[in-house]
């Protein structure tokens, strides 16, 4: 039977199994079905049977190793004694470890008998190609750490409303370990990339030397296989942390494998366990993502027979540079140009640069904190980050001679001069101050109001009609300089002055005359 068995192809034996544990074929249907004898099919189900591995296990199988399983090895014993092709294969890890060296050491080991350098070399080859994509390949201890998302997004139901959103999954694989760092982010924007980076640093205890990202967009603003373009926050990032960018190559299946089993772990290891759970923040996703993990990184990997957080503790983590003192903080990054009055706008907030760059673009840089705006990669200006619309900063050391002589004027001065105009334009500048929580921060409003009445009286228009709009201006509660220059540029009907003024006059949250002497 032995002879007849072995004459029988690979696709009748798998085909032999299908029938019976799929199909649930009796012996003779399965040998009337393939032409062979019902005996033969029976010797293949007692020795499968007495393998005790599962069906679905044994069919995912190479074709050697299945009738390695059913026949036994059919190889000669060996002559000489045979390294441990795992043990090899973590050592080549090492930056400083090379074939020819431990070739030495398997000499010196067996020193009645060992086999030649070729022969070691050709072997420890046809073990690595029996290994995963992702585990054949050699990667040095501390070199690489492989970075991209998911495909699967976890989602996130606000317990308030309901509404659902989803969460991007974050995965980095070191090279030499496959040691994985997973953490969920609410998207794959430039900030929350960042994020990630900043926890995985912290995770691994410290840096690689290379970061390799898929060509995602929050890493590379132009994908190219040999100069590709990096987004200058994420080369920030790196500067800080003493390490380097080097994107993996499109259609470069190599350059990715680890990564893709590291998605392929938050997809069908991770994300599987948590199918059936619901979120209701980030954090609480973030918080059963690290309960789950160590599950994983301690499990032995079936051909190098050690753990991932074993190779980590010997491999990677010796080798890692040590993290910086202190956290690299986000920044994000616009080019502005400057305005007339020596200032940038940015988010409805005013930030002063030296009047010198009046129509220049810079380069500003801005955190949560923080606004720095450079010049030709010089620094020119760093001001703290307001949020609220309409704030300025405005650093005196900025201004011309001619702007500096603004701080001269004071809320008094700007009132008696609205009283050349008339009584109606000195409470329209007095009102545009008291809208602002300090007088100080209304001057640059009111003398834009000057400088508009002044060249409006130049024109030949009468200091009456002036002061007329201004009136109409407390009315409508126009105080925006884009509104008194469109009253300007088309007057209102006259109007009689005395009652609503006198109202204004009386109002409450006015701080009155007597504030400002």
């Known amino acids: 039977m032995e002879q007849e068995m072995e004459k029988i192809s690979m696709l009748k034996i798998k085909e032999v199994f299908r029938l019976k544990y799929e199909s649930k074929l009796s012996s003779r249907k399965i040998a009337r079905a393939l032409n062979i004898s019902h005996t033969v099919v029976n010797g293949y189900v007692q020795r499968f049977e007495n393998l005790s591995l599962s069906y679905e296990a044994f069919m995912e199988l190479s074709d050697k190793e299945i009738l390695s399983k059913l026949f036994g090895s059919e190889s000669k014993p060996s002559k000489y004694p045979v390294p441990d092709w795992s043990k090899v294969h973590q050592e080549l890890r090492s ?213 991932r957080q074993e190779l980590f503790d010997t491999l990677d983590k010796p080798a890692l540079k040590p993290l910086p003192a202190t956290e690299y903080e986000y920044k994000d990054f616009k080019l502005l140009k400057v305005s007339i009055d020596y200032h940038i706008q940015l988010d409805h907030v005013l930030y002063s640069v030296p009047y010198q760059l009046i129509h220049k673009r810079v380069e500003v840089w801005f955190s949560s904190t923080m606004v720095s705006i450079y010049f030709e990669g010089k620094e020119v200006a760093t001001h703290p980050r307001l949020y609220r619309k309409g704030a300025y900063s405005t650093q005196q050391a900025h201004m011309s001679s001619a702007h500096q002589k603004y701080l001269e004027w004071s809320p008094g001065r700007i009132m008696s001069w609205g009283l050349t105009i008339g009584k109606h334009t000195s409470k329209l500048l007095q009102t545009i101050m008291e809208r602002k929580p300090h007088p100080e921060m209304g001057y640059r409003s009111c003398l834009g109001v000057m400088r508009l009445y002044k060249k409006h009286k130049e024109q030949g228009v009468s200091e009456e009609k002036l002061d007329a709009i201004s009136l109409y201006a407390l009315k409508t509660q126009k105080y925006r300089l884009k509104q008194i220059k469109a009253l300007l540029s088309s007057p209102p009907k006259e109007e009689e002055p005395d009652a609503t003024l006198s109202l204004l006059s009386d109002h409450e949250n006015l701080r009155g005359s007597s504030y400002y002497e």
């Open 95 to 307: 930056k400083i470890v090379t074939l020819e060296l431990l070739h030495e050491e398997y000499r010196k080991d067996y020193p009645d008998g060992h086999y030649g350098y070729t022969w070691f070399c050709n072997q420890y080859k046809a073990y690595a190609q029996k290994l995963s994509p992702s585990m054949r390949q050699v990667h040095k201890a501390g070199e690489k750490v492989f970075i991209d998302f998911s495909g699967v997004r976890q989602a996130i139901v606000d317990p308030l409303s309901g509404e659902v959103s989803y969460a991007e999954i974050f995965v980095a694989v070191l090279g030499a370990s496959g040691y994985p760092f997973v953490i969920a982010v609410p998207s794959q924007k430039k900030a929350d990339f960042i994020h990630a980076h900043n926890a995985m640093f912290k995770a691994f205890g410290g840096v690689p030397e290379l970061l390799v990202p898929d060509n995602l967009k929050s890493a590379v603003t132009r994908a190219d296989h040999y100069e590709p373009d990096l987004n200058p926050d994420y080369e920030k990032l790196a500067q800080h942390y003493g390490t380097a960018i080097m994107p993996a190559r499109g259609y470069k299946p190599k350059d990715k494998a680890l990564v893709e089993n590291g998605v392929k772990l938050a997809q069908r290891w991770l994300l599987a366990r948590l199918r059936h759970e619901t979120f209701y923040s980030i954090v609480q996703l973030n918080n059963r993502i690290h309960e789950l993990m160590p599950y994983y990184r301690n499990k032995k990997m079936k051909r190098l027979g050690v753990s």
